[in-house]
C-alpha cells in the first residue's frame, strides 16, 4: 500500500502548482513581471488613456451638437396661451417639443490646432510611458547585477573559510608532531572564526539584495526565490566608439529626448491657439419645436380637446441662424493669454535643452566611468595572479612547517582579497558596459 502511494505521488509531480516548485528567475522573467507590476508605470498607461480621450473630444468638436427638449406644464387663471401667444383667463395644460443643433463654423482656427495640439500630447504621454519603462529596467538591472555578484561573494567566502578549514586540519596534525608550535594553531582557528562571520554576513548581504529585486518586481517576498545564474565570457576591453559616438545614437533612441521635443511643438501650437482667439467666430445654429394646448373656461363651457398630432403640426416652427462674434476688446485678458503662452513655450525649449544637456552629462560620465573600470580590471587581473602565485608558494612553504601561521594567513587574505576586487571589477564592468548600451537603444540581456 504504502508503495503504491508513492508511485502516485510521483506520477503526479508534473501537475503541481508552479509556485510549489522551484523556480529559476531569469532577468528577462524578472524584467516582464516588474513592467506589467510597476505601479508608476500603470499611472502613466492610465495618464495615456486620459490623453487618448482628450484627443477624442476635440476632434469631436468639429461635428454639430444636437440636443432635444420636452416640457409638459399645467397653467391656471391668467395666463399666456403657447398656440396663440395671448393672454388668457382659464386653466391650461400645454406641451412643448423641441430640437436644436450648433456648429462652429470658424473660430481662428483654435479647434483644428486644439486637435494638433492633443495629438502630440498623447505622443509625448506615450514617450512617458517609455521613460519609466527604460527607468524600471535600469533598476531591474542594478539589482540584477548586485544579486549575482552577491552570490560570487559568498562563494568566495565560503572557499575561503573552506580552505582555512583544511589548513586547521593539517596545521593540529603538524603540532601533534612537533613541526609547529601550538600557536599556529590557535592563529589559525582564529582566522576560521572570521572566515565563518565572513560567510555569514555575505549570506546576510545576498538575502538583502534578494529581497531588492523581489519588491523591485512587486512580488511577494519568499525565501526560495533564486535567479539564473548566466555564463559571462570574459570582457572585451575595447572601446570602439567615442562618447560623442553614443550621445548622437541616444538623440535618436532615448524617450525622454523625442517627448521633450513633442513637448515643445505643442508649447508652439499652444501660441497659435492663443492667437485664434483675436480672429471672429462664426458659428451656425438650427432649431425646431412645437406645442399643444388644452384647456377650458373657468366658467366651465364645454370645449372640445384639438387631436395632438395635427395640432403639433400646425404649431411646427423652424428657425436657422449664423451668428458672428467679433473681439473687440476684452480688459487684456485675449493679450495676456498669448503672452502666458509664449511664456510656457519658451519654458518648454529649456526644459528640452535641460533634458538633452543632462543626457549628454550622464553619458559623459558613463563613459569615463567605463574607461576607468577597463583599467581596474585589467589591474585587478594582475593582482590575482601575482597573488595567487605568491599564495600557493606561501601554502606550499606552511605546510611543510617552513613558515609561521600569521605569514601564511597574510598571503592567504591578499589572495582572497584579490578575488574579490575581481569579481567588483568584473561586475562594475559589466553594468557599466550595459548602461552605455542602453543609451544606445541595445536590449538588456544576459
Not at 22 to 28: E, G, I, S
Not at 186 to 214: F, H, M, P
Not at 354 to 359: A, E, F, K, S
Request: proline share 3%; charged share 20%; glycine share 4%.
Amino acid at each position: 500500500m504504502l508503495k503504491k502511494s508513492i508511485l502516485i505521488f510521483i506520477a503526479c509531480l508534473p501537475f503541481l502548482p508552479a509556485g510549489a516548485q522551484n523556480h529559476l528567475w531569469t532577468f528577462q522573467q524578472c524584467l516582464d513581471t516588474a513592467i506589467h507590476r510597476n505601479i508608476s508605470l500603470n499611472q502613466s498607461r492610465l495618464n495615456t488613456d486620459l490623453s487618448q480621450i482628450a484627443l477624442k473630444q476635440s476632434m469631436a468638436s468639429r461635428y454639430p451638437n444636437l440636443s432635444a427638449s420636452a416640457r409638459d406644464g399645467l397653467g391656471f387663471g391668467r395666463s399666456l396661451d403657447p398656440t396663440s401667444n395671448l393672454y388668457v383667463n382659464r386653466t391650461t395644460n400645454s406641451t412643448s417639443l423641441g430640437l436644436s443643433a450648433a456648429m462652429d463654423l470658424f473660430n481662428g482656427f483654435q479647434l483644428t490646432n486644439t486637435i494638433l495640439q492633443n495629438k502630440m500630447n498623447l505622443d509625448a504621454v506615450k514617450t512617458d510611458v517609455e521613460n519609466v519603462k527604460n527607468q524600471v529596467t535600469l533598476n531591474i538591472t542594478t539589482a540584477y547585477l548586485q544579486l549575482l555578484f552577491q552570490y560570487e561573494i559568498l562563494k568566495t567566502a565560503k572557499s575561503q573559510a573552506d580552505a582555512t578549514a583544511i589548513q586547521v586540519d593539517r596545521t593540529e596534525k603538524l603540532v601533534n608532531v612537533g613541526k609547529v608550535p601550538e600557536s599556529n594553531l590557535y592563529t589559525i582557528r582564529s582566522q576560521q572564526a572570521t572566515d565563518n562571520l565572513a560567510v555569514v554576513n555575505a549570506q546576510g548581504q545576498l538575502d538583502l539584495a534578494k529581497v531588492t529585486l523581489e519588491q523591485l518586481m512587486e512580488i511577494p517576498v519568499i525565501d526560495s526565490f533564486e535567479v539564473v545564474i548566466p555564463g559571462f565570457v570574459s570582457p572585451s576591453l575595447i572601446l570602439g566608439q567615442t562618447n560623442e559616438d553614443i550621445y548622437n545614437k541616444a538623440l535618436t533612441t532615448q524617450p525622454q529626448i523625442e517627448g521633450a521635443s513633442i513637448r515643445t511643438k505643442s508649447a508652439d501650437m499652444g501660441v497659435k491657439i492663443s492667437q485664434g482667439a483675436r480672429y471672429p467666430s462664426v458659428s451656425l445654429s438650427g432649431s425646431a419645436n412645437s406645442s399643444y394646448s388644452v384647456y377650458k373656461y373657468s366658467s366651465g363651457s364645454a370645449y372640445k380637446a384639438p387631436e395632438f398630432f395635427p395640432e403639433m403640426w400646425n404649431n411646427l416652427g423652424e428657425s436657422v441662424g449664423l451668428n458672428i462674434s467679433i473681439p473687440i476688446y476684452s480688459n487684456r485678458q485675449l493679450k495676456s493669454n498669448i503672452e502666458r503662452a509664449k511664456i510656457s513655450a519658451l519654458s518648454a525649449r529649456l526644459d528640452e535643452q535641460n533634458i538633452r544637456l543632462q543626457l549628454r552629462k550622464t553619458i559623459e560620465q558613463s563613459y569615463t566611468d567605463l574607461r576607468n573600470s577597463i583599467k581596474k580590471y585589467e589591474a585587478v587581473q594582475e593582482q590575482i595572479r601575482a597573488a595567487d602565485l605568491s599564495y600557493k608558494n606561501m601554502e606550499k612553504k606552511y605546510n611543510v612547517g617552513m613558515m609561521t601561521a600569521t605569514d601564511y594567513l597574510i598571503e592567504k587574505n591578499n589572495f582572497f582579497q584579490a578575488e574579490s576586487n575581481g569579481i567588483q571589477a568584473k561586475y562594475d564592468y559589466i553594468f557599466k558596459s550595459k548602461i552605455l548600451d542602453f543609451y544606445q537603444g541595445k536590449p538588456i540581456q544576459f
